[in-house]
């Protein structure tokens, strides 16, 4: 089971269905993720809640004054089936959007891991 599409499915239908906050079970790698939509402003808020076995990530979401989305497309790219890497000459992404990639330094933009030369993992679009 693939825990990051599952994630990005949460938050999705959380703002489908204008929830405030949205629940997902904790993992580092979720929880690095969330803080760098947070970073983008694609969501309002992150924070760790629980203890070991129990965490989770409750999510803020976030909305503009006519209760639209900040997040109007959140798509995983790499599956656990098909994997999709790409060097950073490769790195290809729809204007308007944000591909985050994994790097050896870390999650990136798809523009930041192009100007640093580091090519990754290609985790998701989100626009």
Same mark, same amino acid.
């Given at each position: 089971m693939d825990t990051v599409a599952n994630m990005l499915t949460i938050i999705r239908n959380g703002?489908?269905?204008e929830k405030e906050t949205v629940k997902v079970p904790y993992s580092n790698f979720k929880f690095e993720l969330a803080k760098f939509l @947070? %970073?983008? +402003?694609? *969501?309002? %808020?992150v924070e760790k809640i629980g203890k070991? @076995?129990?965490? #989770? *990530? =409750? *999510?803020?979401?976030?909305?503009?004054e006519n209760k639209q989305g900040a997040i109007s497309l959140i798509k995983k790219v790499?599956?656990? +089936?098909?994997?999709?890497y790409s060097s950073y000459e =490769?790195?290809?992404?729809?204007? +308007?959007? $944000?591909? #985050? $990639?994994?790097?050896?330094? +870390?999650l990136m933009t798809a523009e930041k891991s192009r100007k640093a030369k580091l090519g990754g @993992?290609?985790?998701?679009?989100?626009s």
């Open positions: 703002q489908m269905a @947070e %970073g983008l +402003g694609f *969501i309002s %808020g070991k @076995e129990k965490r #989770v *990530i =409750e *999510i803020s979401l976030k909305y503009d790499s599956k656990p +089936g098909r994997r999709s =490769e790195l290809r992404w729809p204007k +308007g959007s $944000v591909l #985050v $990639v994994s790097t050896s330094k +870390g @993992e290609l985790i998701c679009l989100v």
